[in-house]
């Protein structure tokens, strides 16, 4: 549910009309990830560029995993719904994603890949507290500084827009909800056990 007062699809205007005009060609249907933008559009053209200059140097698997982690380690549904999906469309079932969801340690992913996921998470929960332990153990892993850098910078832009996201109230699209059915109901019993657990 939207926090602001959503500009109606009909009203929109230039930069944002256009934006609109590209998700309906592209998708079908207007994204919340492009409605978010609504009051300033003119900014997701930059958003886009920095997130493609990041990834571009990254392999997909890897880049959804540290997504991944860092939209777990601040709880984003959206961001969860939306990067499981799309390592479900490159090779993973919806149980192997609920799996790195509850447990990446326990989710049949190799070493190098938990360190991964283990390193965006606490990027997202506490940066300060990445060491130098941190960065040498990736580094056994075969990660140059570079590479390690670039996760780094995928990390914190998902904790950026995430956080935009949770902020402005963007809701998952209904559509990316009935693509993902199991990976929605997971995530929906998880935000239940939160209430319940708040209510004690």
């Avoid at 990834?55 to 860092?70: D, I, M, N, S």
């Avoid at 995928?154 to 209904?174: C, E, K």
Wanted: glycine fraction near 8%; proline fraction near 4%.
């Amino acid at each position: 549910m939207w926090h602001i007062q959503p500009i109606a699809d009909a009203e929109a205007q230039g930069t944002l009309r256009e934006l609109y005009e590209q998700d309906l060609r592209n998708e079908g249907y207007i994204w919340n990830t492009t409605r978010v933008w609504m009051y300033r559009p003119e900014m997701l053209g930059t958003w886009r560029q920095l997130q493609k200059a990041v990834r571009t140097h990254l392999r997909l698997r890897t880049y959804e995993l540290v997504t991944l982690a860092a939209a777990r380690a601040m709880g984003c549904t959206y961001c969860m719904l939306v990067h499981g999906g799309i390592l479900r469309k490159n090779g993973f079932t919806a149980e192997q994603v609920i799996a790195i969801l509850k447990n990446p340690h326990a989710a049949g992913l190799s070493p190098e890949e938990v360190h991964l996921m283990d390193y965006a998470t606490r990027i997202s929960g506490d940066s300060k507290s990445i060491s130098q332990a941190d960065t040498d153990l990736l580094k056994q892993d075969g990660l140059t500084d570079q590479q390690i850098t670039d996760v780094a910078l995928a990390a914190v832009l998902r904790n950026f827009l995430s956080r935009f996201f949770d902020a402005l109230g963007a809701d998952p699209d209904p559509e990316i909800i009935a693509r993902e059915p199991e990976l929605w109901g997971y995530l929906q019993g998880l935000k239940q056990e939160k209430l319940e657990l708040v209510g004690r």
